[in-house]
């Protein structure tokens, strides 16, 4: 079997990309280890995804985001940074755009993501299967599967998560920061509206965050130590309700949490190349954020528009589209657009997760000098209503043109 592209793992980054590469009249195989019922049918999973107006962009592209019941979309109009409860804040909001961002259930990306590619003719889903062999040559790639089958393409994409056995298969080193935290999510209904602001509140050894869902609910998201979050998670429903509204300070009256309570351990990957000969990663398996910024999944969507922007250029000019330089211009525009927020992510989680009294006066000072800053905020802003124009898209020139490009070897 031949196609352009196989991909390795059927979750939201592998099965857009495969979606948006369809779109682009191309063949893509993907290789899930799952079944097809539980991907069919994922179940609610607890988290509740913020989605940048830029995400939006390319689900609406796909076909994807007016699948959502505009009754289960919320927005994030505005964002409260709280330091401890009642000790400095930063208030984020945008002057050019209606709204921050949208919160969907991460579930309902992953259903109408699987509705599409299982839609499409030029998508061939393999699942409750598993990649067992790589073989690369100058023009292409084969791989073999756990069922015997093998399957050509010229490009092999990872997108088996933030612990991609495929990329680490081929060798593609990555960072990996282990934050010794684990992070609670679950919805949560209370008495007094929420006007869809987003609170975060950096308290001495935990982080709390709301974000505004539809009618008054919101989903919480607490980290802590492993230790502190399994005595939380041992809490009686009543007193669980009673501690986070403890820590909002009575903001929001009586909490009571809605269904089952979700735990995350954190850990942020950051592949140290997004590509290899004949091989690219895409999603988690290139840029596992940790979740207090809200940008994973919108990292793996821009991941897929770039990849797919720099193939469509090689196409355009008659080049090889699993060439290294092709690749090279993918990871160089990715690690642009993502790396700034990977590093300034993991200094803000440090510094917010430490309780030292030098790291309480630090964040106070920060929080309270970040609100008088206009260029802080508006670094911040940009990257939260990114819409294709942020700071970090902005400073880089657009694609160069293939043919210029400084050749690019495997040589390390
Ligand atoms: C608590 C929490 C809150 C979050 N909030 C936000 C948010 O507000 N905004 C945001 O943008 N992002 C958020 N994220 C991040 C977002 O959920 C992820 O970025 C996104 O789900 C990653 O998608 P993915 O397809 O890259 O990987 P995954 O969802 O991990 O999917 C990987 C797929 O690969 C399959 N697979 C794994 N190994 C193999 C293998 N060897 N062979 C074949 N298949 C394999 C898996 O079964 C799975 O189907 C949050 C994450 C968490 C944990």
Redesign the pocket.
């Known amino acids: 079997m031949t196609y352009d592209f196989v991909v ?7 099965l857009t990309f495969a979606a948006l590469a369809c779109l682009n009249g191309f063949k893509t195989a993907i ?4 079944t097809e019922e539980a ?1 069919a049918d994922p179940q609610y999973d ?2 509740d ?3 940048t107006h830029k995400s939006k962009e390319i689900l609406s592209e796909l076909g994807i985001w007016e699948k959502f019941n505009p009754a289960t979309i919320s927005t994030i109009d505005k964002a409260i940074v709280n330091n401890g409860e009642n000790q400095g804040k930063m208030a984020l909001s945008s002057s050019h755009a209606p709204n921050l961002a949208y919160v969907v259930s ?1 579930h309902l990306i992953r259903q109408h993501a699987y509705d599409l590619a299982r839609s499409l003719a030029d998508i061939s889903l393999f699942f409750d299967n ?2 067992i062999d790589v073989e690369r040559t100058n023009n292409k790639v084969k791989v073999a599967l756990k069922s015997g089958e093998s399957i050509e393409a010229s490009l092999l994409i990872a ?3 933030r612990f991609s ?2 990329r680490k298969r081929l060798g593609v080193s990555a960072s990996m920061l282990d934050f010794g935290k684990t ?1 609670v ?1 679950c919805r949560m209904k209370h008495e007094f509206g929420h006007n869809n602001v987003a609170n975060e509140c950096f308290g001495n050894g935990y982080t709390l965050a709301l974000l505004p869902l539809v009618g008054p609910v919101s989903s919480a ?1 607490i980290t802590m130590k492993p230790w502190q979050i399994d005595e939380l998670l041992a809490k009686s429903d009543a007193d669980f309700n009673a501690w986070v509204k403890g820590k909002l300070g009575n903001r929001f009256g009586k909490m009571e949490v809605i269904g089952e309570k979700f735990a ?1 351990p954190l850990v942020g990957v950051y592949a140290n190349r997004f590509f290899a000969p004949r091989f690219a990663a895409i ?3 290139a840029v596992g ?1 940790h ?1 207090v910024t ?5 990292f ?1 969507l821009l991941s897929i528009k770039t990849l797919m922007d720099s193939i469509l250029l090689a196409k355009k000019h008659g080049i090889d589209m699993g060439s290294a330089n092709v690749l090279a211009q993918y990871d160089r525009k990715h690690r642009n657009d993502t790396l700034p927020l990977y590093l300034m992510t993991a200094g803000i989680v440090g510094l917010y997760t430490n309780e030292t009294i030098q790291a309480r006066i630090a964040r106070r000072a920060l929080i309270e000098i970040a609100d008088k800053m206009a260029p802080i905020k508006a670094l911040m802003m940009n990257k939260l209503v990114d819409d294709g124009n942020s700071h970090f898209s902005n400073k880089l020139p657009s694609l160069p043109k293939l043919p210029f490009l400084r050749s690019h070897n495997f040589t390390n």
């Open positions: 390795c793992g059927a979750g939201p980054a592998g290789i899930e280890k799952q991907i607890g988290r995804i913020a989605l991460n598993e990649i997108a088996d998560s056995t495929l992070m999510v998201v995350y999603g988690d398996a954020m979740p809200a940008h994973g999944f919108n793996g």
